[in-house]
C-alpha cells in the first residue's frame, strides 16, 4: 500500500541532498513523520498547505518501512501513517511535483 508525504520545495531538496530528514517542522515538532493514505492526501494538501506553491507529491510503499510506522488515530478518528524514524531518500518510490491551481493542488491521475 502506498502512503504519501506532502514536501515544500526546500524540504524535498534538503532530502535528495542529505539522503534522508526527520521531516518538515510540524514532523520535527510532533517526533515522527507525518503521512497519508491515498483518501486522506488530497484533505490534507486543503487544510495544510491551501495556497501554497512549489510542492512535491512523494508517494512510499508502507510495508517496506517496518516497525517504526504506527498507524494512530488522527483527524476525525481515521487511523493514519506516522514515521518514528527518519524519512530515507531510498524508500520514496516516486516523486511528483503538485502544482498549484485555481481551486486547490492537481494531484497526479495516477497515483499508484
Excluded: C
Aim: no cysteine; proline share 7%.
Amino acid at each position: 500500500m502506498l502512503i504519501y508525504k506532502i514536501l515544500r520545495s526546500e524540504e524535498w531538496a534538503a532530502l535528495q541532498a542529505e539522503n534522508e530528514t526527520a521531516g518538515a517542522p510540524i514532523d520535527v515538532a510532533d517526533g515522527y513523520v507525518h503521512f497519508s493514505t491515498l483518501e486522506q492526501v488530497r484533505e490534507t494538501a486543503s487544510k495544510h498547505f491551501d495556497g501554497i506553491e512549489g510542492l512535491y507529491l512523494l508517494a512510499l510503499e508502507a510495508d517496506t518501512l517496518g516497525p517504526e510506522l504506527k498507524w494512530e488515530p488522527s483527524r476525525g478518528g481515521a487511523l493514519f501513517p506516522h514515521l518514528y524514524g527518519p524519512l530515507r531518500l531510498a524508500d520514496v518510490r516516486w516523486s511528483r511535483p503538485l502544482p498549484l491551481e485555481v481551486g486547490g493542488h492537481l494531484f497526479p491521475d495516477d497515483m499508484t
